[in-house]
């Protein structure tokens, strides 16, 4: 773990490694394509972002690590939002934001994102997600 100096900075750093690592775990990926991991974490967060309320997003970015939660929020425009998407729609926006090709496609990528970050997600405040996303992608998800 590299150190910066700050506590602070540097939890949130062995947080989103974690985090990373996971995903990278899970499709069995070398350190090296760190970039794809990060390209999946990022496309599935902008995703969830945009299907959810102002309140939910809010919400959701409270329980996350500060680092992930920048990535969450960057390029975010509240007053566009939420975007009704059903399973198709929110899977292709996904899809546009991942240059990767990776087994299972978008529908796993998000399954294996999601479970990436569950740790830091309350049983409440995924029952709040899970409600609001499509009701056939739901039944897909941990």
Not at 32 to 48: C, I
């Amino acid at each position: 773990m590299s150190s910066t100096g700050y506590r602070t900075f540097d939890t949130t750093l062995e947080k989103t490694n974690g985090v990373l690592k996971r995903i990278e775990e899970t499709y069995g990926w070398p350190k090296e394509r760190r970039n794809q991991s990060y390209n999946g974490l990022r496309a599935v967060l902008h995703a969830l972002r945009d299907r959810l309320t102002v309140e939910e997003t809010a919400q959701l970015s409270a329980q996350l690590p500060m680092l992930i939660r920048g990535i969450y929020f960057e390029g975010w425009d509240p007053t566009k939002v939420p975007m009704k998407m059903h399973r198709n729609d929110f899977l292709e926006r996904i899809d546009a934001n991942f240059p990767h090709e990776v087994p299972g496609g978008a529908e796993r990528l998000f399954g294996v994102v999601i479970e990436a970050l569950r740790r830091f997600i309350s049983e409440g405040e995924w029952q709040d997600i899970r409600a609001n996303l499509p009701k056939d992608l739901v039944t897909t998800l941990p």
